[in-house]
């Protein structure tokens, strides 16, 4: 089998990283409530530019903490008129979604923290290395697609917020854009394709460890399907490189 280039062992955790504007502006919320929310928003601005998984969890729970802060703030201020109930509805819809966000940010951390122990088991000379890549690959598809069912999920919820009315309430925040939201969509369908490949190429090796004959079906069969699905993805500015790198494998 050709070296797996190391390359590929330094990738690390996908992050959807949103521009989030902080800026000194008049808000029409009360200063608690305000405070709290740019709490979170800092914090989740950092996630994506922390190769820690550990500390990335530990900012989401903090910024999970803070929205649910400012989600009892609202209702509280809601309830004691301080707020109007319009107010209400704006600030529930875009902290609803900036929850769902952590979750996908959850996922994206976890599935890059597997894929990275699958690229390392694979590049090392341990001779169960095909049963744990195949492992960790499987686990890192898995989040990935579950990232993306929860960031569809979080396309909706943005949807429904009233932008005009948020940059009245709270000129700090921008909200996701379309283009910045199915840029990650992409990004996660061919991190899903490209651990589909690699599971593949992890059968075909475990085959080939069983049976000795790398002509065998059993072999040459998921290498197809995984050198196939890597042609596919060669185009990808996501995973394009790792791809390339893959298509040329083969088991002697």
Same mark, same amino acid.
């Given at each position: 089998?050709?070296?797996?280039?190391?390359?590929?062992?330094?990738?690390?955790? %996908?992050?959807?990283?949103?521009?989030?504007?902080?800026?000194?502006?008049?808000?029409?919320?009360?200063?608690?409530?305000?405070? $709290?929310?740019?709490?979170?928003?800092?914090?989740?601005?950092?996630?994506?530019?922390?190769?820690?998984?550990?500390?990335? *969890?530990?900012?989401?729970?903090?910024?999970? =903490?803070?929205?649910?802060?400012?989600?009892?703030?609202?209702?509280?201020?809601?309830?004691?008129?301080?707020?109007?109930?319009?107010?209400?509805? $704006?600030?529930?819809?875009?902290?609803?979604?900036?929850?769902?966000?952590?979750?996908?940010?959850?996922?994206?951390?976890?599935?890059?923290?597997?894929?990275?122990?699958?690229?390392?088991?694979?590049?090392?000379?341990?001779?169960? *290395?095909? =049963?744990?890549?195949?492992?960790?690959?499987?686990?890192?598809?898995?989040?990935?697609?579950?990232?993306?069912?929860?960031?569809?999920?979080?396309?909706?919820?943005?949807?429904?917020?009233?932008? &005009?009315?948020?940059?009245?309430?709270?000129? &700090?925040?921008?909200?996701? =854009?379309?283009?910045?939201?199915?840029?990650?969509?992409? *990004?996660? *369908? &061919?991190?899903?394709? %490209?651990?589909?490949?690699?599971?593949?190429?992890?059968?075909?090796?475990?085959?080939?460890?069983?049976?000795?004959?790398?002509?065998?079906?059993? $072999?040459?069969?998921?290498?197809?399907?995984?050198?196939?699905?890597?042609?596919?993805?060669?185009?990808?500015?996501?995973?394009?490189?790792?791809?390339?790198?893959?298509?040329?494998?083969?088991?002697?």
């Amino acid at each position: 089998m050709h070296t797996i280039s190391k390359k590929a062992g330094q990738t690390l955790c %996908i992050i959807l990283v949103i521009t989030i504007c902080l800026v000194s502006a008049q808000s029409v919320i009360p200063d608690e409530l305000h405070s $709290v929310i740019l709490s979170a928003l800092s914090q989740a601005d950092s996630i994506g530019m922390n190769p820690d998984p550990e500390l990335s *969890r530990e900012l989401i729970q903090s910024v999970i =903490d803070d929205l649910k802060t400012a989600d009892a703030l609202t209702v509280n201020y809601t309830s004691s008129g301080e707020i109007s109930q319009e107010i209400s509805d $704006v600030m529930l819809s875009y902290i609803d979604s900036w929850k769902e966000l952590m979750v996908v940010y959850g996922y994206l951390i976890d599935g890059g923290e597997q894929k990275n122990e699958a690229y390392t088991a694979l590049l090392s000379n341990s001779s169960d *290395r095909y =049963d744990i890549a195949l492992a960790k690959f499987t686990l890192a598809k898995d989040y990935y697609s579950k990232a993306y069912e929860a960031l569809e999920g979080t396309e909706e919820l943005l949807k429904k917020t009233d932008a &005009d009315a948020l940059s009245d309430i709270l000129p &700090d925040a921008s909200i996701p =854009d379309n283009e910045a939201i199915n840029k990650m969509l992409f *990004r996660l *369908r &061919d991190n899903t394709m %490209i651990c589909q490949a690699y599971i593949d190429l992890c059968s075909a090796g475990i085959a080939k460890a069983s049976s000795g004959d790398a002509n065998s079906s059993e $072999v040459q069969e998921p290498l197809l399907s995984a050198t196939t699905l890597m042609k596919k993805l060669i185009p990808s500015p996501f995973v394009g490189e790792e791809a390339a790198l893959f298509v040329n494998i083969t088991f002697s």
